[in-house]
């Protein structure tokens, strides 16, 4: 049996329409375990509660009642530090998700800035961690010098990708993420992902 990484309990989340008029309840009483290491699916179809479910389980969204477990101890809900070391989250649409006046550079190089202590505890060297990983999706170095529309959808994928994983995250969320190469999975080997998708097909993982 694998180790539990992470466990989500009797999560509920309600939203509001405009005013305030209608409430959703986009998740009822849910209760999910991921084990260590592995690849957990969260499938079903639009609306169904999957992208809610899998930001409360890495701590962008709060839910209104429930609890969640990383490694057995509760985190508390509002420890913002915690969930931010732990887990990382990759969107489908990558145009979105970069700042489109930052180069390519920077925006590999800000969650960096924000986890310091990565590069003081292990003494990495940044130019050789960018160069080396960059390498090993497939990626030409000259990327680096331009701005995210002058990258494809599928380059720019990688570079999230990239950017999630440079900081060592324990879990990834890959949201309606499309795009599953051989270098993803080599990396994901070492990781645990959620993947979040509206289509069963779609997905292959092996
Ligand atoms: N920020 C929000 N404000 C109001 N309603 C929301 C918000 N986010 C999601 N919802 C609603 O919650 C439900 C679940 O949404 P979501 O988790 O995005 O589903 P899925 O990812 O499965 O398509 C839907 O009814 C959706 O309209
Ligand atoms: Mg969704």
Redesign the pocket.
Known sequence: MKNILLRGENLT?Y???HKKKLK?V??NNVTIEIPEKSVVA?V????????????ILIGIEKPDKGKIFYNGNEIKLNDRKIFSNLFQIIFQDPYSSFNPTFKIEKSILEPLILNKSYFENFNINRNDLILNILNEVGLDRSVLEKYPYELSGGELQRVAFIRAIITNPKIINW??FTIVTPQFLNYSKHLTSIV?S?EYDGITIT
């Open positions: 989340k939203y509001f329409t959703i986009a998740l969260l079903g179809e639009s609306g169904s509660g999957k992208t809610t479910l899998g930001k949201n309606n979040v509206a």
